[in-house]
């Protein structure tokens, strides 16, 4: 049981600097290449933004794992880590 806990921790580690690091980038790089394309004349008017911060990536990304968690969509740890240690 010890080493199924310490095998989990690269894993969740991974996870979570993930959520904190790579969504919000992610989120805020998707936003700046498709929402000026697909609303031209409000990103023109100022009723969207063209461009959003960090910050707000981080709002985002949160918010769509929120949204991802309470719709049954997740990656099973479970599973991941023993298909990861049948390779072994």
Do not use: C, Q
């Not at 697909?38 to 794992?65: D, E, Q, R």
């Amino acid at each position: 049981m010890k080493k199924y806990i310490l095998g989990l921790y690269p894993i969740v580690f991974l996870l979570v600097l993930g959520v904190f690091l790579l969504g919000p980038f992610l989120v805020s790089w998707i936003w700046a290449w498709a929402i000026p394309d697909l609303f031209p004349g409000a990103v023109k008017n100022g009723l969207v933004a063209g461009t959003i911060s960090w910050m707000t990536g981080f709002k985002i990304s949160i918010f769509i794992a929120f949204l991802m968690s309470i719709s049954g969509t997740r990656l099973s740890l479970k599973k991941i880590y023993h298909g990861h240690k049948k390779e072994d």
